[in-house]
């Protein structure tokens, strides 16, 4: 069984910065392509940003620029690292980690508020 486990979230003023953790542990685990994702309250779960195994990332227009997805193959860890915070980025934040063979698995997410 494999466990993801997202930290990092809290409240930040605009303009602030946060770097949110992902790591995923459990059952052989191989980290392989991974994504960030968000559900601002009232709306849908949207794409933010995506890493492959070679390390290619993509990023949701909104955040492109502020925000960089990263990784740690060895700690099966992915990071996201959210500068020149704004409140429309208040969302809970999941991560989704997929293995080799495209099996994702999701976080309890963790609560990111941009609030002055």
């Known amino acids: 069984q494999v466990q993801v486990v997202e930290s990092g979230g809290g409240l930040v003023q605009p303009g602030g910065s946060l770097r949110l953790s992902c790591a995923a542990s459990?059952?052989?685990?191989?980290?392989?392509?991974a994504g960030w994702y968000r559900q601002p309250p009232g709306k849908q779960r949207e794409m933010v940003a995506t890493i492959l195994s070679g390390g290619s990332t993509n990023y949701a227009d909104s955040v492109k620029g502020r925000f960089t997805i990263s990784r740690d193959n060895a700690k099966n860890t992915v990071y996201l690292q959210m500068n020149s915070l704004k409140p429309d980025d208040t969302a809970v934040y999941y991560c989704?980690?997929?293995?080799?063979?495209?099996?994702?698995?999701w976080g309890q997410g963790t609560q990111v508020t941009v609030s002055s």
């Open positions: 459990g059952s052989a685990f191989r980290l392989a392509t």
């Open positions: 989704n980690p997929r293995n080799p063979y495209g099996i994702g698995y």
